[in-house]
């Protein structure tokens, strides 16, 4: 190795480290985690943590748990409700507000969609209008920093966002705008209208995810392991058959065996045929898997090459 | 299971994570090497691919390499893609079976400063790329010289399209001099932290990347990939320092308001009725439980007292070191707020409201003596006054020039007085205490990066003069 060292070379140090015990890099991104909710929880006035009951906003909230052992959890969670969910999910949701003692805020779009404040889409896709009850809910309940389990890996607008994203009064997302974010320092400094969210696990793959869910013993919504399901096919996807995702007439219905990869909307999300049926089977196919998870399973983020962008700049999560 | 899943995942139980950065701009081939090292580190998934496969072939590139213009695999926002140019950071994330990689990737051409600041302040080693055909330049010695000031652990020096110079080793070696001789100029490797490691590469055609490639039989070193899994840490150094630091974030008392879910796992509610804690996250250095630590709070004297345990979620540890998270416990009922710092007894100096400090200017608003400005250091953030600006760095000379104001992308020395003393130490010797963010009181905006100086007068390194 072409080196330049000098008198006193950096030996030592090698030798020291070899002795330690290193953190590993679950361990370590953990700890990142649960110091950026602590400095959230200390420096804003109300926050509170997006909670769908999908994987990431579980393990989010898995971890604002440790973070403040043994005192409960001190922000609320709130979720914005499509009206298309996935029964087990909706279930699950309760469950674990209940089990955990937290407040549960919801934003209804269909409530939105009565009143005719927002109109269903032609392709009957209901996760970008979430954000306008998203919007709602943080005025309505004075947030001012809002929790989400977004992750830099998947999607390129994400990539790009800071941990700590500030959001004017329409909850707008300036890429070219955005604030540095230098060393373990996180400037959350906002003024009146404007609001921060907050991307904890920012750093964390889809595989971390998985295998903290391993390590940690996370319960998850049953449908993100293999079970038997009614689907069919669309866009390249095995879509569930359901009152909001009914078949079109060529659209032939068989029993697969199944599990979901995200979970949203029940009208835009498509599962995978997968024999995993335990996390640590799950773990082994994300492992080996050749597609990313939006890439796979979302037809929302299929629409066109900047779709999660455009839904970014408008104040979605 | 195949054989090769499960080394995949037997290997990433054990793996540890690692930050690096990448310096260069996009004539040097940046974007198509942080693209070779995802996409032969099999990082690149088949929508990906399929997706730039695509967008290679509509724009015409590709052409005799195989179809693919791998710089369009870190191709970020629609913005960009128009205008042909990056806007910001980018984060990637990749894999080996030893270790989990977090690479910032910083564009070189736009404000190179403030990108390369922000990306080199949270990683351990900064990737710094040099055209073969080109040599070092006024750009390379600017990079470095941010390096440099910024202590990163390790600078790696890329020199790419090495197959363009016909894998010449008299080529390399002139770099790798002239690399060397910027390198002493500035001090880098003097301090037994940073070292600076070069290694020829053709990031187009893969030599040197991942694996060690058979046109260049006179480098005997490692390949890119293999200097990035072997390196240590920044954290893994820091946690060996004496010198504890806990900045405390806040204090956990539930005062009887216990988790419901800790307490059905069985929580003795009476044992934790007084529970009080300090979280946070250790920034350097150890802790055990014994240790004697010291308390440094505005307003109060430094107060000694003891480690009685180290929490985090339920299990009690015997010790603890950077960069963990966790909640001391202390023998004393002393009164401890955010804001305070837990160090490790008898390493510390007083607190100061003189604050003397580089600054890395990151904002478009000019900085001017007399601003009323806010300092965040560690969990606390004060109001302060920039008394003077007292020169500023010329980044290819190294030379300090006269001034007094600070603009975007410069670095200079300034002399802040603040409202309340903190508990500031020389970035030289303490990454994360002797870093602060100046901050607009208007706006909220962050205006620079400070890297905390000795006072003048003090023993100061006479190599940092800026």
């Given amino acids: 190795m072409s080196t330049y060292t000098t008198e006193e070379p950096t030996q030592v140090t090698d030798a020291a480290v070899s002795t330690s015990t290193r953190l590993s890099s679950l361990d370590t991104l953990e700890s990142e985690a649960i110091h950026i909710i602590r400095e959230v929880v200390a420096e804003f006035e109300r926050p509170a943590l997006l909670f769908s009951g999908g994987k990431d906003s579980v393990v989010m909230l898995h971890l604002a748990t440790k973070a403040f052992w043994p005192g409960k959890v001190p922000f609320p969670v709130l979720h914005v409700d499509t009206g298309h969910n996935f029964p087990e999910v909706i279930d699950f949701r309760d469950r674990t507000v209940e089990r955990l003692g937290l407040k549960l805020v919801v934003g209804s779009v269909q409530e939105f969609i009565d009143r005719g404040e927002l109109a269903e889409r032609a392709d009957g896709t209901r996760n970008p209008l979430q954000t306008v009850p998203l919007l709602d809910a943080i005025q309505r309940n004075k947030f001012d920093a809002v929790f989400g389990g977004g992750r830099r890996d998947e999607d390129k607008a994400r990539a790009k966002e800071r941990i700590l994203s500030l959001r004017d009064e329409f909850g707008q997302w300036d890429p070219r705008n955005q604030r540095p974010e230098l060393w373990n320092l996180y400037n959350g400094r906002h003024t009146v209208g404007q609001h921060v969210r907050a991307f904890p696990i920012s750093n964390w793959t889809e595989l971390d995810i998985w295998r903290y869910i391993e390590r940690e013993n996370i319960e998850l919504p049953s449908l993100y392991y293999a079970h038997e399901r009614e689907v069919f096919a669309r866009d390249g996807m095995w879509r569930a058959v359901g009152e909001v995702s009914l078949p079109l007439p060529h659209e032939e219905v068989i029993t697969k065996t199944v599990r979901y990869r995200t979970v949203g909307d029940m009208s835009c999300t498509g599962a995978v045929e997968s024999d995993a049926y335990t996390v640590a089977d799950v773990v082994v196919e994300v492992a080996a898997s050749t597609l990313t998870e939006r890439g796979a399973t979302r037809a929302d983020d299929r629409i066109s090459e900047a779709a999660m962008e455009d839904r970014k700049k408008d104040g979605y999560f | ?466």
């Fill in chain 2, 1 to 466: 299971m195949s054989t090769e899943t499960a080394l995949i995942e037997s290997g990433l139980r054990e793996s540890t994570l690692f930050r690096f950065a990448t310096a260069g701009s996009v004539d040097d081939g940046k974007s198509t090497l942080v693209g070779r090292l995802l996409h032969d580190s099999k990082a690149i998934l088949a929508d990906q691919l399929d997706a730039v496969a695509r967008t290679s072939a509509d724009r015409g590139f590709g052409g005799d390499k195989g179809g693919i213009d791998l710089a369009l695999l870190t191709d970020g926002l629609r913005a960009e893609r128009e205008q042909g140019i990056t806007i910001d950071v980018a984060y990637r994330y990749f894999a080996t079976d030893r270790r989990s990689f977090i690479l910032a990737d910083c564009p070189g051409h736009v404000q190179y400063t403030k990108n390369t600041v922000t990306g080199a302040s949270t990683a351990d080693a900064v990737v710094v790329l040099i055209d073969a055909r080109k040599g070092v330049l006024e750009q390379t010695r600017r990079h470095l010289s941010v390096l440099q000031l910024l202590r990163v652990a390790h600078v790696i020096v890329a020199v790419n399209k090495i197959d363009l110079v016909d894998f010449s080793e008299d080529v390399f070696r002139a770099i790798e001099a002239d690399v060397q001789q910027v390198a002493r100029d500035l001090g880098i490797g003097a301090d037994g932290i940073s070292d600076v490691l070069v290694v020829p590469v053709s990031a187009l055609d893969g030599d040197n990347v991942v694996d060690r490639s058979d046109r260049t039989p006179w480098y005997t070193g490692p390949a890119l990939l293999e200097v990035l899994e072997t390196l240590p840490a920044a954290d893994e150094l820091e946690s060996h320092l004496e010198s504890f630091r806990f900045p405390v974030q806040l204090v956990i008392r539930p005062q009887g308001a216990l988790a419901p879910d800790a307490v059905a796992g069985g929580l003795d509610v009476e044992a934790y009725r007084d529970y009080r804690a300090y979280a946070g996250q250790i920034t350097e250095g150890s802790v055990k439980v014994g240790d004697q630590v010291t308390v440094l709070s505005p307003g109060h004297e430094p107060r000694n007292t003891t480690v009685t345990g180290i929490d985090f979620a339920g299990r009690e540890l015997q010790e603890a070191a950077a960069p963990q998270s966790v909640a001391i416990r202390l023998a004393e009922e002393i009164d401890i707020a955010r804001g305070d710092t837990i160090a490790a007894a008898g390493t510390v100096a007083d607190s100061t409201a003189d604050l003397y400090a580089s600054l890395c200017w990151l904002s478009p608003k000019p900085l001017r003596e007399g601003a009323k400005v806010l300092v965040k250091h560690g969990t606390r953030t004060v109001q302060a006054l920039v008394r003077n600006v007292s020169g500023k760095l010329d980044l290819g000379t190294f030379n300090v020039e006269e001034t007094s104001t600070l603009e975007l992308n410069d670095i200079g020395h300034a002399q802040l007085r603040l409202a309340a003393p903190l508990p500031v130490e020389n970035y030289l010797h303490h990454r994360r205490t002797g870093a602060f963010l100046v901050i607009d009181p208007l706006d909220g905006n962050t205006l620079a990066a400070g890297l905390v100086k000795d006072h003048p007068g003090d023993h100061e390194d006479e190599r940092y003069v800026i």
